[in-house]
Every structure is written in structure tokens, then in C-alpha cells.
């Protein structure tokens, strides 16, 4: 298993990554135009007012030991109070990164369930009408913005047809995958595109590699030879453009959270933007941050496993 | 014998392009009896995979149609198969092994998996049945642990390993036939041997019949019953071995085995005749105790004390002006890190390399420099080592704009100058690489070496992707460049009868050292050293009465084999008794 050893030492590489990830986090949130002492206290702002709310939540200090107050805070598993909801931000995270996750995950295990059938239907039937037809729907679905694809989805899902609730989270399990058919179908459709145009090609190389030559050659009927031979040989590089594409991903929960009214992290953090919740901000692109690191590690994982001539 | 086993009778092979129809095999008969090896011998395009593609009905494209003729297995009309009945055919009666086991074997799939796959699917037998069918055909073929190998992976095994499993998948169900097509090609000399000989005892014990398709005729002597010559499609002659190479009927059949480099040409005393003047000082290039070095990966930035590899290990040499200098060996010997260390294509880990005395660890800039302008390379794959965007003509007014020394008006003479020198038609100026067969781009690639006007040229393997008659056209190329240029020319070659015919003096390279150096036909007639002996003796003739080395050659390229070369002449047992023997 000496193939794998890197699970063990590259967690440890990825440290200094995600130290780097705090300072631009840090640093991009402070770019933000506008004071937050000054949105909470809205109309009733007066200097000793803002004054005292900075005091109290540390903006007064230079920004270099804010940063080291938010680097012991994340060191004690801490990232601060929220100024609007006036609790600890992990707190807050924690209540909302139920619906995000199971959104992330659905949408990928959707885009998988389409982006393989679709590949393969286009790639056997290579230069035939199946395989244009593929071709035109992944280029409308990377072409296609999410936020009107969800509100078309929704139109016709939940108008007209009924079949869908609009919007929201619902309450029990039933309820909730109710509610996450369209959200997750709405990423899917995109990432599935991408995926599809990736997985397509790289079937089209295989179905004419020697391998699959061998083999025919020794008898294998053309069900065996693609799905035992071709698909494998085929998953490695779309597999790293899926793990590249989870932060275009998490941004696309920020978007589509926001149309379906979601209570996931996605809307957390747009809501924080616009209050300058500074605290929150960081804590919601830390977690993200950590969270692609996470997916890149745990796809390195999987490429191994998939293909045993690499090694990390 | 009970009638051929196949019997194939005016196949006809067509394609239709632009609206007419190419004719790919043009009405081939052929007949192959019961335990009979019969050796398809062309140039590439001649036909010969073709055939064997067109007996399985795995034609590479669908446009490509058998129009005509007949192929009967055993009496069954294979022409009249539906792609059901082929499939019951392909590997369960005729099994086809290819030349590059790396591409043709699924890498993400266990060794033994691949062969235990088609017992499986053929015979129907349970997963642990088959697996213990596999082991036992991976022990036949000669893996020394079959039962522990049967879980490796292809890219764990050396290229001679991954053609012995290429055959093991192919014997999985017991075929009455193989198609090999060229199946050492791809091989070291020494391991091919080893790969031929497996393909006769399987031969001997199975009563196997053997299609062997191949270019090298050296191949056919000493392995096959009978030969069938192809050209364009045609059937050009088609009999017993010892007929067809001793008596050979057509024009096309007497120039193949004229330009089969084993065969005694004038060529070789010529270049012995021609001694370099010894009076020259000073050496053109001067390699002393050069050692390259390269970190085996690791696992990056925690990984513990790096062993780094020795491609080249201590290799002194010395080259005088006008010396054609041939570097012999196996893969992985460090023929090719030597070459791109002297042009400071690869960093040294210590020794020297000097210039015209110039020394490149130094002074590196200046050496370079000088290098650039002065030495050229040739490379092995003439395609990939041009610029598919570029023409010809631009790439040599690339060239020489960048080099400078040719006034910019002088340019479009000095490119028609240089196509004459290689003798390329000046139409080739505005062709691509595409467009263009592997010998043209290889000469557009010995022009653009040409064009800096070097002193020397170091030409790395660059006839090995070529067919035996263009090879002989590029050596005859090189000869005469040699003579009208005063070149010195530094040729590395796995295949020693050309450095035979071509070269002056010849260095053997084992693992990144000299086992051997001298002048060519004192090496090649009396080798000292019982790997350069190993490695004569692993080519195959042309003449069918010097055989083959008998028995099992351990493979030299695994590190058991010869332990240690460092104290020579201290070389594996085998060798010293295969030595005694003879």
C-alpha cells in the first residue's frame, strides 16, 4: 500500500495552503467598501455609537493584530461573534451547513448520474445523431446561466406542472429531498455539461486505443469492452475536472441558494456580505476554503485507486 | 499434416476515399498449415497487419471492407461470420498478440485479470477456476512467480514481461492460431530472442500456428518455416524459408535482403578503410568520468533520503574530428542521457565534457554557446521531433535566421542547398511534417541539424522508426554526408549491425558504463567482453543456419542478472557457461 502513503504526509502540505487562504481571506474581506458598525447601527449611527460598537468588536485594532486575534481564534476553533446574529459564527455555520452539503452532494452525484449515460451514449455512437444531440444539450447547459435555468425549472416544475414545491427547506427527510430536486438539477444541469464534454472525449480516445483493439481481439463482446475497459481508462482526467470545478460548484450554492431561499451557508454568506459581517465572511470562506482543499485531497485519493501507475 | 489450418484464397480488402475505392489487400492466397510459423514480411503499409486484422474481421475502421475472396478456418467460411460467430473465434481459435504490449494491455487492470477475463467469458468458468487457469499460463510463459504476479499491474513489469503477459492473454483460450504482429519490435535484442524463443517452444508444445508479421527479415530466418513477402497490398512470393532467402524470385524480395544491415556490405570495410587522422591533437569532443545522476521521485516535500539513479556512471570518451563513433546497448544503458549530456541538454552530477576545449561544467555559458552552433542532434521520432505548424522551408529559415551567420538574402539558396544535401526535393519546402512518409521527415530532420554547419552531429536511434530499406537509405545518407562534410558523427543505435556497417569505432553501454570500445570489426568480430558477445549473438541472422542463443537468456536488463559490471570482467554465471559451452 505504499501507493497511498501520501494520505498521511499530505495533510500536512496542505497547512501552509490553507494559512495562505486565511491571510487573502482576511484581507479581501477588510476590501470591502463600507463600515460594519455603521450597518448595524443603520439610522441610529452617531460617532460615539460606531466608536463604541468598533471597540467592542476589536475593528478599532491595527489590522495585523486583528488578523493574529482571527488566527488564535481559528487555533482554539473559534472564528468570532457574528455582529448581526450576535452568536458565535461556528455556531451559526453549524446550524446552516446541513442544506448546503447535502445540496453539494446531490448536485454531484446528479451530475455524475447524467454526465456518465450521456458520455457513453455519445461516445459509442460517435458522429451519429446521439452523439450531436449530447453534444448540443452540454453546450446549452454550459452555456445556460444557473439563475435562469432555476427559475425556468421552477416555472415549469412547480407552476405549471405542481409537482415541486417553490422554494425553502422542508422539515423531514421526505420533505427535504422534495426540496432539493430542483436546486441540485439546476447545478447538475451545468456541471453535468462540463463533465459530459470531458468524459466524451476521453471515451472516444479509448474506444479506439489499443487496449480495447486487444480486447475485441480476444473475444470481449463491445458491452464488456467499454464498460470494463474504456470507462476506466476514461475517468482520470474528468475526475480532476470535477475536483476543480467543486469551487465553481460552491460558488454555484451561493447563486442558486439565494433563488430557491435555501437556509443553507450560500445565503449566510451574501446576507454577511451585504451587513459587512466581517466575522461571518471569514468564517463561511474559511469553511469553503477548507472544504475544496478537502475535495482536491479527497480526489487525489480516488484518481490513485482508479489508476495505479500514478503516485502522489 | 491434415490441410492448413487456415486457408486464405483471393482476400480482397477495399476502401473507399473521395470517391474512389483503394484496393488494400489486392487478391492474397496464402495457406498455413498445422504448427507451421509463417512470417508476413513488408514495409509498413504493405499490407501485412492489415491481413491479419482483415482474419478477425477487426478492420480499424468500418469503411474498410473485405470485398472478396475467401478465409477458411478449418474448413469454415470465416468471411460468412456475423459478428456473433467472430466473437466466439477471436481469441478462442485465433489469439493475437501486438507490438507494443504497453498500449494493447489495460494498464488499470491486474495482469492476471486480463488473461483470466477471456477463460471466463469463453469457457465460463468461476472466478477462482480461472484464476488458477491464468497463473498456469503466466507460469508457461515464464513468469518466475505466476501466483504473485498474477495481482501486478502492466506497468510493473519490463517491456519483455508485458509481451510474455501480452501472449499469456492471447493463449488464455487455447487458440490453434496467433497473430503476431511484430511482437519484438519494441524489444531490446537480448529480450527479443528471449520473446522468439518463447514463441517456438509454445510453437513446439502446443502445435501452435504462428502468423509473425515483421519487417526484419533477420526475424523471419531464424524463426519461420515459410515467408510471405507483401508489397502495396500484393502478394509478391510466398514459400519455404530456405527458398525464398536463398533463392529469391522478385526484384523487391532481393532488395530487402540486400538492405538487411547483417548482411556483408561493402559499406563496413569501406569505413574501416577509412581511419580517422590521427595526426589531429586535439579530440573534437572529450568526455572524461561523466557521471549523470537522476532523483528517483519521491513523494515531494516529506519524503526521506532520495536514491538517486546513475544514467550514466564514469563513461570516458574520446571523439576526434571526422570519427564516426557508434554507442551501442540496451534500453536504459544511458545511450541517450550520454548524447544529451554532451549537449548540455541535462544538468552533470561531475565530470567533464569539453568542446573543441572548451569545457561545458565551466564554462557553461560559453560552451553552450558554442555547442549550439557547432553540434546538432537528430532525433528518433522524425515526426514528433519537427513542428507540425511549420513547413520545411520555414523551419529551416527558423533555423538559420536564429543562428545568424547566414546573411538574411542568403537564406532561400542556402535552404535549397540544404534540401540538395539531403537529397529532398525543393517541392518539400512547403509540406508539412503531415504530409510528408517517416523517411522524408527524417531527412528534413538531418537538414535542420545540418543547417547550423556542425562539426559534429550526434543522431540519437534516428533510423530505428524507419523501415529496413528507408534505414538503408538514411545510413547511405549519412555516409556520404560524412565523407563530402568531413563530419564527426556520433550515432547511437540499438541495432549494432548498423553501427557495424556505419561507424568507425563502436562503444558498448551497460548500465551507464563502457564495458567495451573499439574499432568495429575487432568488437564485432572478437567481442571481450561477454555482454557485447551476449548482444551479438541475440540478433537474429538473416542466415537461417546460425541460430538463435539456445535456452532461456536470464533478462540483462534485470538487475539480478549480472550483479555486478564494476570489477570486470565479472559477469553472471550464465554467461561465463554459456562462454564455456561454446
Redesign the interface.
Same mark, same amino acid.
Given at each position: 500500500m505504499h501507493r497511498y502513503? %501520501?494520505v498521511l %504526509?499530505r495533510p $500536512?502540505?496542505l497547512l501552509p495552503v490553507l494559512f495562505g487562504i486565511s491571510i487573502i481571506i482576511f484581507i479581501l474581506v477588510r476590501l470591502i467598501p463600507g463600515d460594519p458598525a455603521r450597518v448595524l447601527l443603520g439610522t441610529r449611527s452617531t460617532p460615539t455609537a460606531i466608536a463604541r460598537i468598533r471597540a467592542q468588536y476589536g475593528l478599532d485594532e491595527p489590522l495585523w493584530l486583528q488578523y493574529f486575534y482571527f488566527l488564535e481564534n481559528l487555533g482554539q476553533g473559534e472564528m468570532g461573534k457574528s455582529i448581526l446574529y450576535k452568536i458565535d459564527v461556528l455556531k451559526l455555520i453549524a446550524t446552516r451547513i446541513e442544506p448546503t452539503l447535502t445540496l453539494v452532494l446531490a448536485s454531484v452525484l446528479l451530475s455524475i448520474l447524467i454526465a456518465v449515460p450521456m458520455s457513453a451514449i455519445a461516445a459509442r455512437n460517435n458522429g451519429r445523431l446521439a452523439d450531436h444531440a449530447v453534444r448540443i444539450v452540454s453546450t446549452l447547459g454550459i452555456g445556460l446561466p444557473p439563475f435562469w435555468l432555476a427559475l425556468m425549472l421552477i416555472i415549469l416544475f412547480s407552476v405549471r406542472l405542481g409537482v415541486l414545491p417553490v422554494s425553502g427547506y422542508g422539515e423531514t427527510i421526505g420533505d427535504k429531498l422534495a426540496h432539493l430536486v430542483l436546486p441540485s438539477l439546476t447545478i447538475a444541469l451545468s456541471l453535468s455539461a462540463v463533465l459530459t464534454r470531458s468524459l466524451r472525449a476521453a471515451m472516444i480516445v479509448a474506444l479506439k486505443? =489499443? $487496449?480495447a483493439?486487444? +480486447? @475485441? +481481439?480476444?473475444?470481449?463482446?463491445e458491452n464488456?469492452v467499454f464498460w @470494463?475497459?474504456v470507462l476506466?481508462?476514461s475517468l482520470v482526467p474528468t475526475l480532476n475536472l470535477l475536483a476543480v470545478n467543486i469551487g465553481w460548484l460552491i460558488g454555484g450554492t451561493v447563486v442558486v441558494e439565494t433563488v430557491f431561499a435555501i437556509p443553507g451557508m450560500g445565503q449566510l454568506l451574501v446576507r454577511a456580505i451585504f451587513s459587512r459581517d466581517y466575522m461571518v465572511v471569514q468564517g463561511v470562506a474559511m469553511v469553503f476554503a477548507c472544504a475544496t482543499v478537502l475535495v482536491n485531497f479527497l480526489a487525489d485519493i480516488v484518481t490513485v485507486s $482508479? =489508476?495505479?501507475?500514478i503516485? $502522489? | 499434416m491434415s490441410g492448413p489450418v487456415l486457408s486464405i484464397r483471393n482476400l480482397t480488402v477495399k476502401v473507399p476515399i473521395d470517391g474512389e475505392t483503394r484496393t488494400l489487400i489486392d487478391a492474397v492466397s496464402l495457406d498455413l498449415a498445422r504448427g507451421e510459423i509463417l512470417g508476413l514480411v513488408g514495409e509498413s503499409g504493405s499490407g501485412k497487419s492489415m491481413i491479419c486484422r482483415a482474419l478477425v474481421k477487426l478492420l480499424p475502421s468500418p469503411a474498410i471492407a473485405i470485398t472478396g475472396g475467401s478465409i477458411l478456418l478449418e474448413g469454415r467460411e470465416l468471411t460468412a461470420f456475423d459478428e456473433d460467430a467472430m466473437r466466439a473465434v477471436r481469441g478462442v481459435e485465433i489469439g493475437m498478440i501486438f507490438q507494443n504490449p504497453t498500449s494493447h494491455l489495460d494498464p488499470v487492470m491486474r495482469i492476471g485479470d486480463q488473461i483470466a477475463e477471456g477463460i471466463r467469458y469463453h469457457q465460463g468458468l468461476g472466478r477462482d477456476q480461472a484464476r488458477l487457469a491464468a497463473v498456469d499460463i503466466l507460469g508457461q510463459v515464464g513468469f518466475p512467480h505466476p501466483e504473485r504476479q498474477y495481482d501486478s499491474y502492466p506497468h510493473e513489469f519490463s517491456g519483455g514481461m508485458r509481451q510474455r503477459a501480452m501472449i499469456a492473454v492471447a493463449l488464455s483460450c487455447n487458440p490453434k492460431i496467433l497473430i503476431a504482429d511484430e511482437p519484438t519490435t519494441a524489444l531490446d535484442v537480448t529480450i527479443q530472442a528471449q520473446i522468439l524463443r518463447l514463441l517456438m517452444d509454445l510453437r513446439d508444445k502446443r502445435g501452435l500456428s504462428i502468423i509473425l508479421i515483421t519487417h526484419d527479415l533477420g526475424i523471419v530466418a531464424q524463426t519461420c518455416d515459410s515467408i510471405a513477402v507483401l508489397r502495396n497490398g500484393q502478394l509478391l512470393e510466398h514459400g519455404p524459408k530456405r527458398r525464398v532467402l536463398a533463392d529469391p524470385q522478385h526484384a523487391y524480395t532481393v532488395s530487402l535482403l540486400e538492405s538487411h544491415p547483417s548482411t556483408p556490405q561493402e559499406g563496413g570495410s569501406r569505413a574501416i578503410a577509412k581511419v580517422a587522422p590521427q595526426s589531429l591533437a586535439r579530440p573534437l569532443l572529450e568526455v572524461d568520468d561523466l557521471v549523470v545522476r537522476f532523483p528517483t521521485p519521491g513523494l515531494g516535500l516529506f519524503s526521506g533520503k532520495k536514491k538517486p539513479v546513475a544514467a550514466v556512471n564514469g563513461v570516458s570518451l574520446r571523439i576526434m574530428p571526422g570519427e564516426t563513433v557508434g554507442i551501442v546497448g540496451e534500453s536504459g544503458s544511458g545511450k541517450s542521457t550520454l548524447a544529451r549530456a554532451i549537449l548540455g541538454l541535462t544538468p552533470l552530477t561531475s565530470g567533464h565534457v569539453s568542446f573543441e576545449g572548451s569545457e561545458l561544467a565551466q564554462n557553461r555559458r560559453h560552451t553552450l554557446a558554442k555547442l549550439r552552433t557547432e553540434a546538432a542532434m537528430v532525433f528518433q521520432d522524425p515526426y514528433n521531433a519537427l513542428n507540425p505548424r511549420l513547413t520545411i522551408g520555414a523551419m529551416l529559415a527558423e533555423v538559420l535566421t536564429v543562428q545568424g551567420n547566414t546573411p538574411l538574402a542568403r537564406i532561400p539558396a542556402r535552404i535549397g542547398e540544404l534540401l540538395d544535401l539531403v537529397e529532398l526535393d525543393h517541392a518539400f519546402l512547403n509540406r508539412r511534417p503531415r504530409s510528408m512518409s517517416g523517411g522524408q521527415c527524417q531527412r528534413a530532420g538531418i537538414a535542420r541539424a545540418l543547417a547550423v554547419n556542425p562539426k559534429l552531429i550526434i543522431a540519437d536511434e534516428c533510423v530505428a522508426a524507419l523501415d529496413v530499406t528507408i534505414q538503408a537509405q538514411i545510413i547511405d545518407l549519412f555516409r556520404d554526408l560524412k565523407t563530402r562534410m568531413n563530419l564527426t558523427l556520433l550515432f547511437i543505435s540499438h541495432d549494432l549491425a548498423i553501427v557495424r556497417n556505419l561507424c568507425d569505432r563502436v562503444v558498448v553501454m551497460y548500465r551507464g558504463e563502457i564495458v567495451e570500445e573499439g574499432r568495429c570489426g575487432a568488437v564485432f568480430d572478437s567481442p571481450s567482453h561477454a555482454y557485447t558477445a551476449a548482444l551479438i549473438s541475440a540478433i537474429p541472422d538473416i542466415d537461417p543456419d546460425k541460430p538463435l542463443p539456445k535456452g532461456d537468456l536470464p533478462p540483462l536488463s534485470e538487475p539480478k542478472a549480472v550483479p555486478d559490471l564494476r570489477g570486470q570482467p565479472l559477469i553472471s554465471m550464465h554467461y561465463q557457461q554459456r562462454e564455456q559451452r561454446s
Amino acid at each position: 500500500m505504499h501507493r497511498y502513503r %501520501f494520505v498521511l %504526509f499530505r495533510p $500536512l502540505q496542505l497547512l501552509p495552503v490553507l494559512f495562505g487562504i486565511s491571510i487573502i481571506i482576511f484581507i479581501l474581506v477588510r476590501l470591502i467598501p463600507g463600515d460594519p458598525a455603521r450597518v448595524l447601527l443603520g439610522t441610529r449611527s452617531t460617532p460615539t455609537a460606531i466608536a463604541r460598537i468598533r471597540a467592542q468588536y476589536g475593528l478599532d485594532e491595527p489590522l495585523w493584530l486583528q488578523y493574529f486575534y482571527f488566527l488564535e481564534n481559528l487555533g482554539q476553533g473559534e472564528m468570532g461573534k457574528s455582529i448581526l446574529y450576535k452568536i458565535d459564527v461556528l455556531k451559526l455555520i453549524a446550524t446552516r451547513i446541513e442544506p448546503t452539503l447535502t445540496l453539494v452532494l446531490a448536485s454531484v452525484l446528479l451530475s455524475i448520474l447524467i454526465a456518465v449515460p450521456m458520455s457513453a451514449i455519445a461516445a459509442r455512437n460517435n458522429g451519429r445523431l446521439a452523439d450531436h444531440a449530447v453534444r448540443i444539450v452540454s453546450t446549452l447547459g454550459i452555456g445556460l446561466p444557473p439563475f435562469w435555468l432555476a427559475l425556468m425549472l421552477i416555472i415549469l416544475f412547480s407552476v405549471r406542472l405542481g409537482v415541486l414545491p417553490v422554494s425553502g427547506y422542508g422539515e423531514t427527510i421526505g420533505d427535504k429531498l422534495a426540496h432539493l430536486v430542483l436546486p441540485s438539477l439546476t447545478i447538475a444541469l451545468s456541471l453535468s455539461a462540463v463533465l459530459t464534454r470531458s468524459l466524451r472525449a476521453a471515451m472516444i480516445v479509448a474506444l479506439k486505443s =489499443d $487496449l480495447a483493439t486487444a +480486447a @475485441r +481481439a480476444r473475444g470481449m463482446p463491445e458491452n464488456v469492452v467499454f464498460w @470494463r475497459h474504456v470507462l476506466p481508462n476514461s475517468l482520470v482526467p474528468t475526475l480532476n475536472l470535477l475536483a476543480v470545478n467543486i469551487g465553481w460548484l460552491i460558488g454555484g450554492t451561493v447563486v442558486v441558494e439565494t433563488v430557491f431561499a435555501i437556509p443553507g451557508m450560500g445565503q449566510l454568506l451574501v446576507r454577511a456580505i451585504f451587513s459587512r459581517d466581517y466575522m461571518v465572511v471569514q468564517g463561511v470562506a474559511m469553511v469553503f476554503a477548507c472544504a475544496t482543499v478537502l475535495v482536491n485531497f479527497l480526489a487525489d485519493i480516488v484518481t490513485v485507486s $482508479l =489508476d495505479p501507475r500514478i503516485r $502522489l | 499434416m491434415s490441410g492448413p489450418v487456415l486457408s486464405i484464397r483471393n482476400l480482397t480488402v477495399k476502401v473507399p476515399i473521395d470517391g474512389e475505392t483503394r484496393t488494400l489487400i489486392d487478391a492474397v492466397s496464402l495457406d498455413l498449415a498445422r504448427g507451421e510459423i509463417l512470417g508476413l514480411v513488408g514495409e509498413s503499409g504493405s499490407g501485412k497487419s492489415m491481413i491479419c486484422r482483415a482474419l478477425v474481421k477487426l478492420l480499424p475502421s468500418p469503411a474498410i471492407a473485405i470485398t472478396g475472396g475467401s478465409i477458411l478456418l478449418e474448413g469454415r467460411e470465416l468471411t460468412a461470420f456475423d459478428e456473433d460467430a467472430m466473437r466466439a473465434v477471436r481469441g478462442v481459435e485465433i489469439g493475437m498478440i501486438f507490438q507494443n504490449p504497453t498500449s494493447h494491455l489495460d494498464p488499470v487492470m491486474r495482469i492476471g485479470d486480463q488473461i483470466a477475463e477471456g477463460i471466463r467469458y469463453h469457457q465460463g468458468l468461476g472466478r477462482d477456476q480461472a484464476r488458477l487457469a491464468a497463473v498456469d499460463i503466466l507460469g508457461q510463459v515464464g513468469f518466475p512467480h505466476p501466483e504473485r504476479q498474477y495481482d501486478s499491474y502492466p506497468h510493473e513489469f519490463s517491456g519483455g514481461m508485458r509481451q510474455r503477459a501480452m501472449i499469456a492473454v492471447a493463449l488464455s483460450c487455447n487458440p490453434k492460431i496467433l497473430i503476431a504482429d511484430e511482437p519484438t519490435t519494441a524489444l531490446d535484442v537480448t529480450i527479443q530472442a528471449q520473446i522468439l524463443r518463447l514463441l517456438m517452444d509454445l510453437r513446439d508444445k502446443r502445435g501452435l500456428s504462428i502468423i509473425l508479421i515483421t519487417h526484419d527479415l533477420g526475424i523471419v530466418a531464424q524463426t519461420c518455416d515459410s515467408i510471405a513477402v507483401l508489397r502495396n497490398g500484393q502478394l509478391l512470393e510466398h514459400g519455404p524459408k530456405r527458398r525464398v532467402l536463398a533463392d529469391p524470385q522478385h526484384a523487391y524480395t532481393v532488395s530487402l535482403l540486400e538492405s538487411h544491415p547483417s548482411t556483408p556490405q561493402e559499406g563496413g570495410s569501406r569505413a574501416i578503410a577509412k581511419v580517422a587522422p590521427q595526426s589531429l591533437a586535439r579530440p573534437l569532443l572529450e568526455v572524461d568520468d561523466l557521471v549523470v545522476r537522476f532523483p528517483t521521485p519521491g513523494l515531494g516535500l516529506f519524503s526521506g533520503k532520495k536514491k538517486p539513479v546513475a544514467a550514466v556512471n564514469g563513461v570516458s570518451l574520446r571523439i576526434m574530428p571526422g570519427e564516426t563513433v557508434g554507442i551501442v546497448g540496451e534500453s536504459g544503458s544511458g545511450k541517450s542521457t550520454l548524447a544529451r549530456a554532451i549537449l548540455g541538454l541535462t544538468p552533470l552530477t561531475s565530470g567533464h565534457v569539453s568542446f573543441e576545449g572548451s569545457e561545458l561544467a565551466q564554462n557553461r555559458r560559453h560552451t553552450l554557446a558554442k555547442l549550439r552552433t557547432e553540434a546538432a542532434m537528430v532525433f528518433q521520432d522524425p515526426y514528433n521531433a519537427l513542428n507540425p505548424r511549420l513547413t520545411i522551408g520555414a523551419m529551416l529559415a527558423e533555423v538559420l535566421t536564429v543562428q545568424g551567420n547566414t546573411p538574411l538574402a542568403r537564406i532561400p539558396a542556402r535552404i535549397g542547398e540544404l534540401l540538395d544535401l539531403v537529397e529532398l526535393d525543393h517541392a518539400f519546402l512547403n509540406r508539412r511534417p503531415r504530409s510528408m512518409s517517416g523517411g522524408q521527415c527524417q531527412r528534413a530532420g538531418i537538414a535542420r541539424a545540418l543547417a547550423v554547419n556542425p562539426k559534429l552531429i550526434i543522431a540519437d536511434e534516428c533510423v530505428a522508426a524507419l523501415d529496413v530499406t528507408i534505414q538503408a537509405q538514411i545510413i547511405d545518407l549519412f555516409r556520404d554526408l560524412k565523407t563530402r562534410m568531413n563530419l564527426t558523427l556520433l550515432f547511437i543505435s540499438h541495432d549494432l549491425a548498423i553501427v557495424r556497417n556505419l561507424c568507425d569505432r563502436v562503444v558498448v553501454m551497460y548500465r551507464g558504463e563502457i564495458v567495451e570500445e573499439g574499432r568495429c570489426g575487432a568488437v564485432f568480430d572478437s567481442p571481450s567482453h561477454a555482454y557485447t558477445a551476449a548482444l551479438i549473438s541475440a540478433i537474429p541472422d538473416i542466415d537461417p543456419d546460425k541460430p538463435l542463443p539456445k535456452g532461456d537468456l536470464p533478462p540483462l536488463s534485470e538487475p539480478k542478472a549480472v550483479p555486478d559490471l564494476r570489477g570486470q570482467p565479472l559477469i553472471s554465471m550464465h554467461y561465463q557457461q554459456r562462454e564455456q559451452r561454446s
